[in-house]
């Protein structure tokens, strides 16, 4: 069975009704969310696993979410995918929003595509400046301005999870990414979403922020593959 913590990531995408299920059963569940198309996995079974996975051909996603190491593991020594990393979930419960006070200079609005090479250079996590174009088309990519300088932004993945999320270094330490965040879960909320997010093992600080926010942390990790 799901866990509404562990496996929010699956979870809001099946209660929104944004997957295929593969299969599910008393050993588990295979979904592909259809925008990403992420192929989401949670077997306890793995000889059931792999008989799933070759006769539905699902070697054909190369983006996965994978909740059991043993299954990571076996999808890079027998399939050739690639394991980048593990992550825990993030999952904002409360019914209340947070309570945003900007300072007079500080905005927050969607940005435009005047700002995507911006994003794209600052985001540490990844160099797609297709993507960043993609988010702010589908008016999924916020900033945060001081004084009409891009000091921060935060998005929406494709799967449905919070993330995206940058301080330029030089307006660090000014509570902006606590700002950022907060802003885009009252927009999660006010849209009928469970807000969540997924942090990087080892990521500190990020799993203080959730915290700090009130956001409940997964016992697990999920596992991603993709090139």
């Avoid at 008016?139 to 009409?148: A, D, I, K, M």
Wanted: aromatic fraction near 10%; charge should be negative.
């Amino acid at each position: 069975m799901l866990n509404q913590v562990n496996d929010i990531d699956m979870l809001e995408p099946l209660r929104l009704n944004h997957v295929e299920i593969i299969y599910e059963g008393k050993e588990g569940m295979i979904l592909v969310e259809r925008r990403s198309q992420t192929l989401m996995i949670s077997m306890n079974d793995i000889e059931k696993f792999v008989k799933i996975y070759e006769k539905e051909n699902l070697v054909k996603y190369d983006l996965i979410d994978v909740k059991q190491k043993e299954i990571a593991d076996l999808l890079v020594a027998e399939y050739g995918k690639t394991l980048q990393f593990g992550c825990y979930q993030a999952v904002y419960l409360k019914k209340e929003k947070p309570v945003i006070e900007l300072p007079s200079s500080v905005c927050i609005r969607l940005l435009t595509e005047d700002y995507a090479q911006e994003v794209n250079q600052a985001y540490h996590q990844m160099d797609d400046l297709d993507y960043i174009m993609d988010k702010i088309n589908h008016q999924e990519l916020w900033g945060l301005f001081e004084n009409n300088d891009l000091a921060g932004f935060i998005g929406m993945h494709d799967e449905g999870s919070m993330g995206i999320l940058e301080v330029v270094p030089k307006y660090r330490q000014r509570g902006y990414g606590t700002l950022l965040e907060s802003y885009l879960i009252n927009d999660c909320l006010e849209k009928g979403k469970i807000p969540y997010c997924q942090v990087i093992e080892g990521n500190i600080a990020s799993l203080n922020l959730q915290s700090k926010l009130g956001l409940e942390i997964s016992e697990d990790l999920s596992y991603w593959l993709f090139e």
